[in-house]
Nanobody, 117 residues
Framework: QVQLVESGGGLVQPGGSLRLSCAASGLIFSSYVTNWYRQAPGKERELVAVITSAGGTNYADSVKGRFTISRDNAKNTVSLQMNSLKPEDTAIYYC???????????WGQGTQVTVSS
């Protein structure tokens, strides 16, 4: 059974940093495209960052230059380093692993990030 578990969320002041981690059981991240999404209250879920099975990355314009997605194959984790946080980054952040060829699509339960003074 596949399980994705996010951690690392919390309350941080504007300009601060947080590092989110997503740990997987039942799948190997290096075989999947892994995404970080976020959803703020009253808004649609937004794709924030992507890392492909080959290690390529892509970011939403709103976080480019501030967020970095990475993968640790030895630990089978995917992380999102978030710097220079802004109040508008406040949201629940979700880890998502996709393998389209096999129609696999798994989600974590989410972790709350709140940026406020």
């Amino acid at each position: 059974q596949v399980q994705l578990v996010e951690s690392g969320g919390g309350l941080v002041q504007p300009g601060g940093s947080l590092r989110l981690s997503c740990a997987a059981s039942g799948l190997i991240f290096s075989s999947y495209v892994t995404n970080w999404y976020r959803q703020a209250p009253g808004k649609e879920r937004e794709l924030v960052a992507v890392i492909t099975s080959a290690g390529g990355t892509n970011y939403a314009d709103s976080v480019k230059g501030r967020f970095t997605i990475s993968r640790d194959n030895a630990k089978n984790t995917v992380s999102l380093q978030m710097n220079s946080l802004k109040p508008e980054d406040t949201a629940i952040y979700y880890c998502n692993a996709v393998r389209r060829l096999y129609k696999d699509n798994y989600w974590g339960q989410g972790t709350q990030v709140t940026v406020s003074s």
